[in-house]
Antibody
Framework: QVQLQQSGPGLVKPSQTLSLTCAIS??????????WNWIRQSPSRGLEWLGR?????????DYAISLKSRITINPDTSKNQFSLQLNSVTPDDTAVYYC?????????WGQGTMVTVSS | QSVLTQPPSASGTPGQRVTISCSGS????????VTWYQQLPGTAPKLLIH???LRPSGVPDRFSGSKSGTSASLAISGLQSEDEADYYC???????????FGGGTKLTVL
C-alpha cells in the first residue's frame, strides 16, 4: 500500500524559503507510471496545483505558471522521496500543503502540512 | 477565481439523488479526463472518480461520474449522512500546462 509521509516546518518567515519533504513507501519515486505532485489549499485560493515531477526515461518537471520563478520540486532517489522549495514567501503562501502521487488508476495524498508565513 | 466552475453548495435528504456540476473549457475538460474528490473536514481530499467515470476500489457504486463536452457531473444516489463533505473536480489544462481545480461544492445532507 502506497503511503506518503510529509515533513517540514509549520512556520516560515516572510521572504524566506519554504521547504517540505514527502517520503514515499510502497512505490518508487522513479516509477515509470507515477507522477509526484505538490498541491496546496487555502480558504482564499482553494485547491491549487503547484507542480510535479515524474520519470519517463528522464526526469520531467512541470510548474504552475504563477509560481515558476519561485518553485523547485526535486526527486531524491537515494531516499525515495521528493521535495518542495518555494522561495521568497509572503503571507499569501500560507496554506495546507499536500504531496500526492497520481497514476492512471489512483491518486494518493499525504497527510498535509499547515504552513504559516509570518514574522 | 477557480478555472473550473462548481456550485458552492448542494443539498439533499437521505436516500435522494444529488448531482454536482463542473464546468470548464476546451483547454481542460474538453480535452482531458475529469477527476472528482471528496474532502471530509480536517482531512486530505480522497479520490472518488477518475478518468471521468471510473471508481477506485472501495468507492461505493452510489458515486458516479459523467462528462459531456466541456462539462462534467458527479452523481450521488441513495444519499447518506456520511456523504456530507466538500466535493472538488479537477482536470489537466493545456492552456496553463497544469492541473486545475473547481472551487468546491459543499454538500449538506438535510
Amino acid at each position: 500500500q502506497v503511503q506518503l509521509q510529509q515533513s517540514g516546518p509549520g512556520l516560515v518567515k516572510p521572504s524566506q524559503t519554504l521547504s517540505l519533504t514527502c517520503a514515499i513507501s510502497g512505490d518508487s519515486v522513479s516509477s515509470n507510471s507515477a507522477a509526484w505532485n505538490w498541491i496546496r489549499q487555502s480558504p482564499s485560493r482553494g485547491l491549487e496545483w503547484l507542480g510535479r515531477t515524474y520519470y519517463r526515461s528522464k526526469w520531467h518537471y512541470d510548474y504552475a505558471i504563477s509560481l515558476k520563478s519561485r518553485i523547485t520540486i526535486n526527486p531524491d532517489t537515494s531516499k525515495n522521496q521528493f521535495s518542495l522549495q518555494l522561495n521568497s514567501v509572503t503571507p499569501d503562501d500560507t496554506a495546507v500543503y499536500y504531496c500526492t502521487r497520481d497514476t492512471s488508476l489512483d491518486d494518493i495524498w499525504g497527510q498535509g502540512t499547515m504552513v504559516t508565513v509570518s514574522s | 477565481q477557480s478555472v473550473l466552475t462548481q456550485p458552492p453548495s448542494a443539498s439533499g435528504t437521505p436516500g435522494q439523488r444529488v448531482t454536482i456540476s463542473c464546468s470548464g473549457s476546451s483547454s481542460n475538460i474538453g480535452t482531458h479526463t475529469v477527476t472528482w474528490y471528496q474532502q471530509l473536514p480536517g482531512t486530505a481530499p480522497k479520490l472518488l472518480i477518475h478518468s471521468n467515470n471510473l471508481r477506485p476500489s472501495g468507492v461505493p457504486d452510489r458515486f458516479s461520474g459523467s462528462k459531456s463536452g466541456t462539462s462534467a457531473s458527479l452523481a450521488i444516489s441513495g444519499l447518506q449522512s456520511e456523504d456530507e463533505a466538500d466535493y472538488y473536480c479537477a482536470a489537466w489544462d493545456e492552456g496553463v500546462n497544469g492541473r486545475v481545480f473547481g472551487g468546491g461544492t459543499k454538500l449538506t445532507v438535510l
